[in-house]
């Protein structure tokens, strides 16, 4: 059970506790009858293939010389012999061949004997572990509980106790390199965009590092695989406890702005620029008023420079977004010889991380629209418009190619997901209410056009997904669009809905490349109708898009997408062109220390404690003994 469990948590498996369900366990019931000895052979044995087979290489080079070891110790311990028995300066017995030995000695010789014998056996079985193992040693680590507790306490087995563990150093925790990643969205039920990559980057990361994840917007408690915390906006002191504790910040949105512990930090820092976020404020305040949008405008492309100035590694969303924020990154002076000396790609310094979708493909649980939502169907043909709807998109287009196709062929409904952003701080815009009235003049709202009034909850999106038909997105012809990245298009791959683009960003030029769907232009509903009729009702094409849309999506699962993150994360390093960043040392400068045992007064009582609860005073009166002894 202890293998199966540790291989499950190196596959990444999460556990639910169930207090309902309960196990019957009588000890020793199977080994009774067959005597101790056996019992610590199959304990010795089975123990060295289960550190063999899981360990990661680093560790196992530590822990499996200490295991043979204390193996033997324990064996000579447990038969109460005398092992300088054999010593040219102890005379007696040297004619005699053979000498009686107590079968406890030959449980731990045999045990290890077994193990070789077993190796070719074993060695398949750590290649495929180690080879579909998502989850480092450091953070299967705390699972384990005190590793600092020998399991036979006989004087002479924990004199060489105390011995093996200082000189192999097998008690101390892999170390982890602590990141902090930061988001301004809220974490909870309904994510957006920037909460869904930033938990997804949290969850990557957590696998192999030590993870907090801070929301700057709030948060419901939600199960995740690391910590969770909310940092009010502006104060710094919240903030400036988790720099102190990070080796590693990875931030996306305004944080450095508003933190200036953030500004001053002589860690390493990740700035997530996949949302240009200068150029999507030239069409977001456009209505504001000449000076409040250039003032938006300024401020968000200050806000950009400042991590662009001080970034350490940059994530972006598509090459076109790379080469973008090149030429921005050569204005600043980060383009140049120290960066670009061992790196001519720059991809140390930027690289492209799209948004992500899941492996595993969405379900539909209960029924959410079709047959439920008064005007939609069973059998009607479903368009979903997944995400939310802003001001640089175009739904007007949309709604106008509706009323076309809705007079031609009828039965075809389209829905808007999401109207209310789930961040407080996201006022409805201005196009929700544009929308509504024009489906109203037009005579297709809750006919053939329908609104959400919310937002759906993020694991509540596949009933959604798998109750459409086809996927819709459409825009201006703009620079925003240019450079933006539609992560509701990601839904539509995940699901394997054939889609309706507008021409002009990087997922239409896909979707044209890998035949997904149909691309059409801007503003032109007549266009969009028929893209729409052929992705609703021409079964070979709709075939055949499903069949590029399965083959394409694997690109975009988060284990792919996320590989550079997790690759610098690994070996993190200030930039090259940093002036005076020796900074604090590095994870990997760390491991290549020697480490510290843990000592002190708090750490000395923990043992007490511990060692009171499970064997009593006198288990303390003999460690001490041992201690005492050492020293």
């Not at 070891?69 to 092992?83: C, E, I, M, N, P």
């Not at 070719?120 to 005190?146: C, H, M, N, T, Y």
């Not at 994840?213 to 940092?231: H, K, M």
Request: with cysteine; charged share 25%; net charge negative.
């Amino acid at each position: 059970d202890v293998d199966f469990g540790w291989r499950l948590n190196l596959r990444g498996w999460r556990y639910a506790y169930a207090p309902g369900s309960i196990a019957f366990h009588k000890h020793h019931a199977s080994m009774a009858g067959f005597g101790q000895f056996k019992e610590n052979y199959l304990l010795e044995r089975n123990a060295l293939f289960t550190l063999y087979k899981n360990l990661e290489q680093a560790s196992l080079d530590q822990a499996l010389p200490a295991a043979l070891a204390l193996s033997v110790r324990r064996g000579v311990a447990r038969a109460g012999l005398d092992s300088e028995s054999l010593d040219l300066r102890r005379p007696g017995g040297d004619a005699e061949e053979t000498t009686p030995v107590a079968k406890d000695l030959l449980s731990s010789t045999f045990a290890i004997d077994r193990f070789v014998a077993e190796l070719p056996s074993l060695k398949a079985s750590r290649d495929e572990i180690q080879a579909s193992r998502v989850v480092a040693d450091s953070q299967v680590w705390p699972l384990f509980g005190l590793t600092d507790m020998p399991a036979f306490q006989d004087p002479y087995y924990l004199q060489g106790y105390e011995a093996i563990a200082d000189s192999f150093d097998v008690t101390e925790a892999p170390i982890a390199t602590k990141v902090v990643v930061v988001t301004g969205d809220p974490i909870g039920p309904k994510l957006a965009g920037p909460a869904i990559r930033a938990w997804n980057i949290a969850e990557t990361l957590a696998r192999e590092n030590e993870v907090v994840l801070a929301t700057l917007s709030g948060f419901q408690p939600t199960p995740a695989p690391f910590d969770i915390v909310r940092i009010h906006s502006g104060i710094d002191r919240e903030f400036a406890r988790l720099e102190q504790w990070a080796d590693v910040i990875l931030f996306q949105g305004n944080a450095m702005a508003v933190f200036e512990s953030l500004q001053k930090t002589d860690k390493i820092v990740i700035a997530d620029i996949y949302d240009p976020m200068h150029l999507e404020q030239l069409e977001q305040s456009r209505g504001l008023g000449a000076a409040e949008w250039s003032m938006n405008v300024a401020t968000a492309t200050d806000v950009l420079n400042e991590q662009l100035s001080r970034g350490d590694f940059f994530l972006c969303a598509s090459e076109r977004q790379k080469h973008f924020y090149l030429g921005q990154l050569a204005a600043l002076g980060r383009v140049n010889p120290l960066t670009y000396a061992n790196d001519p790609d720059l991809d140390g310094l930027i690289s492209v991380v799209p948004f992500g979708l899941s492996e595993e493909p969405p379900v539909h649980e209960r029924d959410v629209l079709k047959g439920v939502l008064p005007g939609i169907a069973a059998k009607d043909k479903l368009v979903l418009w997944s995400g939310g709807l802003y001001n640089w998109f175009d739904p007007q287009t949309l709604v106008r190619a509706m009323a076309l196709l809705d007079a031609k062929r009828g039965g075809v409904r389209l829905f808007f997901q999401g109207t209310k952003h789930p961040n407080p701080g996201v006022p409805e815009m201005a196009i929700v209410a544009e929308t509504r009235a024009l489906a109203a003049e037009l005579g297709v709202l809750d006919r053939a056009v329908f609104l959400n009034d919310s937002w759906v909850d993020y694991a509540d999106r596949q009933n959604y997904l798998t109750e459409a038909d086809a996927g819709v997105s459409t825009h201006h012809a703009h620079l925003e669009t240019t450079f933006s990245f539609r992560t509701r298009i990601l839904d539509y791959l995940w699901a394997g809905l054939p889609m309706v683009l507008t021409a002009g960003d990087h997922f239409a030029d896909l979707v044209e490349r890998e035949k997904l769907g149909v691309v059409v232009p801007a503003g032109d509903p007549e266009a969009l109708a028929a893209g729409l009729e052929k992705v609703l009702f021409d079964t070979a094409f709709i075939a055949e898009a499903r069949a590029n849309i399965a083959r394409v999506r694997q690109q975009y699962f988060w284990s792919n997408v996320l590989a550079p993150v997790v690759d610098f994360v690994r070996r993190p390093h200030r930039a090259q062109d940093a002036v005076g960043a020796a900074g604090p040392a590095t994870p990997a400068a760390r491991r290549s220390a020697p480490r510290r045992k843990r000592a002190g007064l708090r750490h000395d009582l923990s043992l007490v404690s511990y060692y009171l609860k499970h064997g009593g005073p006198g288990l303390v009166f003999r460690k001490i003994g041992s201690r005492l002894r050492r020293r």
